[in-house]
């Protein structure tokens, strides 16, 4: 593989798992009543020393370093743009302003200092799973709700981070096997690269349903509750990425939806200029 096209590759991977980074640590937690309302619980650790240390290997493989210009952003204590927006409970408060089918019960912000930790909660209210998602406020991955011949419903979410399409695509296909294991093996050392920064990176799910779980690929907490957790090694497969459960519709008549991760962030986007739309103007300073 040429130089230029295995930092191509870094770029992209380290793009990606300083997104997912960022979120070193999150729980979504998701209850849902026989009429289809339900409660989020989301919470998100961020860690700001190492979303700054991805950020100085990042700007190494482009040739910059330490001092460099731009390097400032961000390296006072502070969340990333983007990933702030994505966690911090007051942005997405602003975004649900305007939404009578997703309501902010409560939320809450806290920063350790020493520990270089911020971790934003929010509770939140839904009228079905539907709204939650055209909501906005759940990013990065795609969703479906489907009614199955037997009349069970499936539920199947993958995480699609930006730039991450799945990792597997990441790997040139090469013309033989020798190319397609050479290509494998330098993709297994860039991702060598960032283990110590996300190694310990862990994204879990629970999912708290009205009927009795009949399928899964994740843990059955009870005959109600499935749990899964992704840690960093999962987020190499793309089919690790994918959760899945079939529980039992008897007298369900929830809305269906299936949405790609890009129809997600249209939401966000509409969501967002809405929100920008209704806020209140900002004073302007006046000629004296």
Same mark, same amino acid.
């Given at each position: ?61 482009? @040739?910059? $370093? ?6 400032? #952003? %961000?390296?006072?204590? *502070?969340?990333?743009? =983007?990933?702030? &927006? ?76 930006? @730039?991450? $399409? ?6 040139? #296909? %090469?013309?033989?096997? *020798?190319?397609?294991? =050479?290509?494998? &093996? ?91 739309? *209704? ?10």
């Amino acid at each position: 593989m040429s130089f230029l096209r295995q930092t191509a590759l870094a770029l992209t991977l380290a793009g990606a798992l300083g997104v997912l980074a960022g979120c070193l640590k999150a729980q979504q937690t998701l209850k849902i009543d026989r009429e289809g309302r339900g409660k989020a619980a989301l919470s998100y650790a961020v860690d700001l020393a190492k979303l700054r240390a991805i950020g100085e290997m990042m700007g190494g493989m482009m @040739g910059g $370093g330490a001092g460099d210009e731009g390097e400032e #952003e %961000g390296s006072g204590g *502070e969340v990333p743009e =983007a990933i702030d &927006e994505f966690v911090n409970p007051e942005h997405v408060k602003a975004m649900l302003a305007g939404n009578p089918k997703v309501r902010v019960v409560s939320s809450k912000s806290t920063r350790d200092e020493e520990k270089q930790k911020v971790v934003h909660t929010l509770d939140l209210e839904f009228d079905s799973l539907k709204d939650l998602y055209e909501s906005g406020v759940i990013r990065w991955m795609s969703v479906k709700l489907e009614k199955l011949p037997s009349g069970a419903y499936r539920f199947t979410s993958a995480l699609e981070p930006p @730039g991450l $399409g799945g990792f597997g695509s990441m790997i040139p #296909e %090469g013309e033989t096997p *020798e190319e397609r294991a =050479a290509a494998e &093996e330098q993709n297994q050392a860039l991702l060598a690269m960032f283990q110590p920064l996300v190694g310990d990176l862990e994204l879990a799910t629970n999912l708290v349903l009205p009927t009795g779980v009949v399928e899964t690929n994740g843990v059955k907490v009870s005959e109600t509750e499935v749990a899964w957790k992704l840690g960093f090694a999962d987020l190499m497969q793309k089919e690790k990425r994918t959760i899945t459960v079939t529980f039992g519709g008897e007298g369900l008549t929830w809305p269906l939806f299936a949405y790609t991760a890009e129809d997600l962030e249209r939401k966000r986007a509409e969501a967002e200029a809405r929100a920008e739309k *209704e806020a209140p103007a900002e004073p302007t300073p006046t000629d004296r």
